[in-house]
């Protein structure tokens, strides 16, 4: 649709000026602006953006609570009048009132997030994680879709950082392990 757009207003620029009608030619003018101006905002809109995880503390036990803070900072004096967000989350962690769909990528669900961002703002997102069972849990990468202000050039970018969470195995007392004490070693 956008080359539908460009010749389309190219052609009104053309009838304008060989017709003699103002009116034409400035909306195809006009037209053609705004189709440059959106090509150029998409361009620009994912340049210094970041986006960053952290975490309390990246080494829990079974069914601890850790908080993970989410920031998106747009360093630029370009606004993004909207930014879709999706980040893969482990399946083996749980995270609250989040809005998770399942992912392509096996063992993994996708954090989607999506919001507007003026010049200069960082925003954050702040939620409660906990695993349910031990391992080393991968998070990432985060894909970012932006574009212009009217919607018709989007841009894309993949930030590839990944941030981990260690899951240790739930600590447990000897006779919750049914080993007489007489005989420890079995």
């Not at 190219?10 to 705004?34: C, N």
């Not at 096996?106 to 409660?128: F, G, M």
Request: zero cysteines.
């Amino acid at each position: 649709w956008q080359d539908f757009w460009v010749v389309l207003f190219v052609i009104l620029i053309l009838v304008g000026v060989f017709a003699g009608e103002g009116a034409v030619l400035a909306f195809g003018v006009m037209g053609l602006t705004v189709v440059g101006i959106s090509l150029l905002w998409s361009r620009v809109s994912l340049e210094e953006v970041s986006y960053e995880r952290r975490f309390s503390r990246q080494r829990v036990f079974i069914d601890e609570d850790v908080t993970i803070t989410i920031t998106l900072a747009n360093r630029k004096p370009v606004p993004l009048g909207r930014i879709k967000i999706q980040d893969e989350i482990p399946n083996g962690i749980e995270i609250e009132d989040a809005d998770l769909i399942s992912s392509a990528s096996p063992n993994a669900q996708t954090l989607r997030l999506s919001t507007s961002v003026t010049w200069y703002e960082r925003i954050s997102w702040n939620y409660r994680i906990r695993g349910r069972r031990r391992g080393i849990y991968y998070f990432g990468p985060a894909r970012m879709q932006s574009g212009d202000l009217f919607g018709f050039y989007s841009s894309h970018h993949v930030e590839r950082d990944r941030d981990y969470i260690l899951v240790y195995p739930r600590v447990v007392t000897l006779p919750e392990l049914g080993l007489p004490a007489s005989r420890p070693l079995g």
